[in-house]
């Protein structure tokens, strides 16, 4: 007797009805993009006025402020009754610097409100822009071990001012945090008012991995930051630094020279004067 070796195999994927609730409803109700309301508040607790903005975010401006003798912080810029940017005038030069995201992370939808908002009440002529990038996930045509990855940076137009040795950062590779709104808004006010616009430079530090996902809504930057400051050499962070004083001041390391690939990183805890460019 012939017998079928598929008689007791179900049948194809393709030939099962799939329910209804797989199936498109034209019909059925779309929910309405959620409203994000954003409250910016500017706490001035001092005189701070100057043409020149200095930008540091998340790890690049954490590591970059502890060495960078900013002083007594001056003022606040806070979203929704939270401390976004930390406003600082250190001694050394001439500029507002804010440490931004240090201790409250934006999501993607805050990012340009927030830039735009800064930009408006500070409207510097000289715009300097501290991140990081992830080396290890960065395409270039030649490997670099990630030890040897340079500090790398973008500029709207030719500036002799920046270090040989400081590469251009170069697509198909995207910055897509906070920075990358500045230098949009930026870019932007240059094809409608070319005159007015500030001059802009974002430096990125090379990290060692692809930085965590902005979150849905306004949160705490506690799982997101490491008390490691050893992301990459402090060589490259005392460069930088001797770019942004004009070699007037130099950047304090703290934490000593980097350390092994082994060091385990610890979760942080809750809670135009002589600029060389």
């Known amino acids: 007797m012939d017998t079928d070796p598929l008689a007791d195999v179900g049948p194809p994927r393709y030939a099962v009805e799939s329910d209804d609730e797989d199936e498109y409803n034209p019909l059925s109700p779309t929910r309405p993009p959620p409203k994000h309301d954003l409250d910016f508040e500017f706490i001035n607790t001092g005189k701070v006025t100057a043409k020149t903005l200095v930008f ?157 996902n902005p979150p849905d809504d306004l949160t705490s930057t506690a799982s997101i930051l490491t008390e490691n400051d050893n992301l990459w050499p402090h060589e490259l962070t005392k460069s930088v630094q001797e770019v942004l004083s004009g070699g007037t001041h130099k950047w304090n390391s703290k934490g000593g020279e980097r350390g092994s690939s082994s060091s385990r990183e610890k979760p942080r805890p809750r809670d135009e004067g002589n600029m060389y460019l």
Not at 98 to 120: C, G, N
Not at 141 to 153: C, E, F, N, S
């Open 56 to 212: 540091a975010s998340l790890e690049a401006g954490r590591i970059w402020a502890k060495g960078a003798s900013l002083g007594e912080q001056l003022g606040t810029v806070a979203i929704n009754k939270k401390c976004v940017g930390m406003i600082f005038n250190p001694g050394w030069a001439d500029a507002i610097v804010i440490v931004s995201e240090a201790l409250t992370r934006l999501p993607v939808w805050a990012q340009y409100p927030y830039a735009k908002y800064v930009l408006d009440q500070f409207k510097p002529t000289k715009l300097l822009l501290l991140d990081s990038y992830a080396a290890s996930s960065y395409i270039q045509p030649k490997y670099v071990p990630l030890h040897k990855a340079p500090v790398r940076y973008i500029a709207l137009e030719s500036n002799t001012s920046i270090p040989k040795y400081f590469e251009p950062f170069s697509p198909p590779n995207l910055i897509q945090s906070t920075s990358a709104a500045f230098f949009s808004l930026i870019s932007l006010s240059r094809q409608s008012s070319p005159q007015s616009s500030a001059e802009v430079v974002l430096f990125l530090f090379p990290g060692p991995y692809h930085p965590a």
